[in-house]
């Protein structure tokens, strides 16, 4: 179906002079998880050509691709077959070869055989710079795991996955999402290798400030479905949180109820979502902020209304910026599909790299990648017919 | 005895049929594992249960338990359900 595209608004693609820092020229490696296997795009020095390199596991579901930036050549895969179990690949030639894990991420075995099995790996996150080959997953069910050896083997990580607490508040399969309630959003602070929290899809977003040895939720001010109580941890739904790289103590939150804000040492999330225009709403599953700028952070909303097609609304899609906190929202589409586009973004699948302007990237569930040189000012489709795309990375090669 | 892997595992054994030594279903799961290592997590989950739509049969007769006994002579056929887009 052909479809018009908006143009930039002119004027618009400015930003503050004042945002300009000395970058070395770095190249884009953009790691790009589906369905259906992995590819991997290595851009030119201006972003504008992308050499295709995949698929590499063609069939397997890859819910997550991630680079190590400790040493920018390691990268980690997590995948699964449609029957098989799931498993974690490595390579550490950056995908010229590919060796699987000796353990993979796995659930304690229960006495009685009923304990929980691991049905996938959902999201990696490295460790810090301090403990190179220290890597963390989350899993479906919700699981938290370590790696100290770069990936090869796994263990199970904190208190949380056998707590009769956390069991609680993880509810029941029926509770999750339709492909199985998820453990996302694992962040290390900078600052701090033993601050950290996660996010569960159901059960609110949790810190822990002892290394991992215990974990409290963080869930105040967040909303959940109208008619349920939000004490009640199981109701919350956080679907994606990022942590401020220029500001570790602010958060962001893109939940099933809105978009939210945190400020450290506060405990209260701020539902700064409530400034989007009514019409669009403020549900989504991606959260994306800028790497130098606390104040800037980027949404791309999907319909949330009746029966949640969580599609683009109206089939208009956009994304919208906030470059103070969340007080306005601006919509940014030039470039995007002007009608009759009904796709929608998951939660991993769109990032943003360190450049300035920075570069933002995202996947949508009909296989198109799409990026903007210019922080959302201007869009352009840079590859079309891939699998349901379920992640996008974008790292940064000297 | 000898054993077929369905496509989706060859990646593992670079062959259809390979041999595998073993009393239970168990056993010989756990000899293939030795010899190519990862294979049986990807039919065996971590509290010891068949993975669901992988299927193993000996003489025609499906096995559920890792426990079934097993003959060396037997031919044990591993088959992989493939179902959806």
């Known amino acids: 179906m052909a479809t018009k595209t908006r143009k930039a608004v002119p004027g618009a693609a400015k930003r503050p002079a004042a ?171 900078p600052r701090d290798p033993k601050h950290m929290y996660f996010g569960m899809s159901g059960g609110g977003v949790h810190e822990s400030v002892d290394g991992g040895k215990t974990f409290a939720p963080l869930v105040d001010g967040m909303q959940v479905v109208e008619g349920f109580d939000p004490a009640v941890i199981t109701f919350h739904d956080p679907h994606c949180v990022r942590l401020c790289p220029s500001q570790p103590d602010r958060l962001y939150q893109q939940n099933h109820c809105g978009i939210y804000r945190l400020d450290r040492p506060s405990r209260t999330w701020v539902h700064i979502g409530q400034s989007m225009p009514k019409k669009v709403g403020d549900v989504g599953f991606t959260m994306v902020v800028h790497p130098r700028d606390a104040d800037t952070a980027w949404v791309l909303p999907m319909d949330g209304q009746t029966v949640w097609p969580r599609t683009s609304p109206g089939g208009r899609p956009a994304v919208y910026v906030t470059r103070n906190a969340g007080k306005t929202w601006q919509r940014l589409d030039a470039g995007l599909p002007m009608e009759q586009a009904w796709w929608t973004i998951k939660r991993q699948a769109m990032t943003a790299d360190a450049r300035d302007p920075v570069g933002l990237y995202f996947g949508t569930t009909s296989g198109e990648l799409w990026m903007s040189r210019d922080e959302g000012q201007r869009w352009t489709c840079i590859a079309r017919h891939l699998p349901e795309i379920y992640a996008v990375e974008a790292a940064e090669l000297a | 005895m000898k054993v077929l892997i369905p496509s989706p595992l060859r990646p593992y054994t670079q062959r259809s049929w390979v041999e595998a030594e073993g009393s239970t279903l168990g056993a010989v799961l756990d000899d293939l594992d030795r010899q190519f290592p990862g294979i049986r997590f990807r039919m065996v989950n971590e509290q010891e249960a068949l993975r669901p739509h992988v299927r193993f049969f000996v003489k025609g007769e499906a096995l559920f338990r890792l426990s079934e006994p097993l003959q060396p002579t037997d031919e044990l056929l591993i088959v992989q359900a493939l179902s959806g887009g």
């Not at chain 1, 290595?42 to 590499?56: E, I, K, N, Q, T």
């Not at chain 1, 075995?109 to 403990?131: C, I, N, Q």
Request: aromatic share 8%; hydrophobic share 35%; net charge positive.
């Open chain 1, 19 to 189: 945002r300009k820092v000395p970058v070395k020229p770095r190249r884009v490696l953009l790691l790009v998880a589906t369905r259906k296997g992995a590819w991997l795009l290595h851009g030119d020095a201006a972003r504008r050509s992308w050499r295709v390199d995949g698929p590499h596991f063609l069939g397997h579901i890859v819910n997550h691709l991630v680079l190590d930036p400790r040493d920018g050549r390691t990268l980690l895969a997590a995948t699964k077959t449609g029957h098989l179990g799931p498993t974690v690949f490595q390579s550490t030639d950056r995908g010229r070869t590919w060796k699987e894990a000796a353990r993979p991420p796995a659930f304690a075995k229960a006495a009685d055989g009923k304990g929980r099995v691991v049905d996938h790996t959902f999201w990696l996150t490295p460790g810090p710079a301090s403990e190179p080959g220290v890597w963390y997953a989350g899993t479906s069910p919700q699981g938290l795991f370590r790696s100290d050896d770069g990936g090869v083997t796994w263990s199970p990580f904190s208190h949380i996955n056998d707590d009769p607490k956390y069991i609680e508040w993880m509810g029941s399969v029926q509770d999750g999402t339709p492909d199985g309630p998820k453990l996302h959003s694992i962040i290390i602070d």
